[in-house]
Nanobody, 115 residues
Framework: QVQLVESGGGLVQAGGSLRLSCAASESIFSFDAMGWYRQAPGKQRELVTT???????NYAGSVKGRFTISRDNAQNTVYLQMNILKPEDTAVYYCNAKKNWASYWGQGTQVTVSS
């Protein structure tokens, strides 16, 4: 069973930065795609950014230029660097991995941006 464990969330002032981590229980090369999603109170879960095995990366328009996804293959870890944070970035952030038509989720980590 694939396990994804997020960390790095917290409270930050607007304009600040945070880096989220997602540690996978197996090699990230085994996944067809990995990425980050978020869910704000009262809203649906939405895509933040993903990358596919082939190397293509996708960002939501609202975070493009501020957020960056990266990975450490040796540590089986994916990161989300979030800069110039805004109050509207407040949400629970979830790591996601897709493999063989299955989708796996972490438990989520809270990010709160104060104005």
């Amino acid at each position: 069973q694939v396990q994804l464990v997020e960390s790095g969330g917290g409270l930050v002032q607007a304009g600040g930065s945070l880096r989220l981590s997602c540690a996978a229980s197996e090699s990230i090369f085994s996944f067809d795609a990995m990425g980050w999603y978020r869910q704000a109170p009262g809203k649906q879960r939405e895509l933040v950014t993903t990358f596919a095995r082939g190397g293509s990366t996708n960002y939501a328009g609202s975070v493009k230029g501020r957020f960056t996804i990266s990975r450490d293959n040796a540590q089986n870890t994916v990161y989300l660097q979030m800069n110039i944070l805004k109050p509207e970035d407040t949400a629970v952030y979830y790591c996601n991995a897709k493999k063989n038509w299955a989708s796996y989720w972490g438990q989520g980590t809270q990010v709160t941006v104060s104005s």
